[in-house]
């Protein structure tokens, strides 16, 4: 099993940036591929990005690409989501998951153990 902390949300103006971070436990996270997830109010969750176990593959969402950069540091239990030009419509309760078995995916379905969330607005 594996827990996930998410940290770094809060309260942004429109083209700003931040840098959210997601703790695991255990020693076998490199064993997971990781992703990002968010859900906007009366919206369902939605992928935003998805790393490989080792790093080397990543996959966007449309609307975020050339803006987030996800990585991991896999010596600190970690993967982050990089954040800029941030709009408006990228608020926000955004969830890190951790998924075993698979190389990658983007698919909320596939993914066993999800953090807490954190809150990213954006004010326009």
């Known amino acids: 099993q594996v827990q996930l902390v998410e940290s770094g949300g809060g309260l942004v103006q429109a083209g700003g940036s931040l840098r959210l971070s997601c703790a695991a436990s255990?020693?076998?996270?490199?064993?997971?591929?990781m992703g990002w997830f968010r859900q906007a109010p009366g919206k369902e969750r939605e992928f935003v990005a998805a790393i490989s176990r080792g790093g080397g593959t990543t996959n966007y969402e449309d609307s975020v690409k050339g803006r987030f950069t996800i990585s991991r540091d896999n010596a600190k239990n970690t993967v982050y989501l990089q954040m800029n030009s941030l709009k408006p419509e990228d608020t926000a309760v955004y969830y890190c998951?951790?998924?075993?078995?698979?190389?990658?995916?983007?698919?909320?379905?596939?993914?066993?153990?999800w953090g807490q969330g954190t809150q990213v607005t954006v004010s326009s």
């Open positions: 255990g020693r076998t996270f490199s064993s997971y591929a």
């Open positions: 998951a951790a998924n075993y078995g698979l190389v990658i995916s983007s698919y909320s379905r596939d993914y066993d153990y």
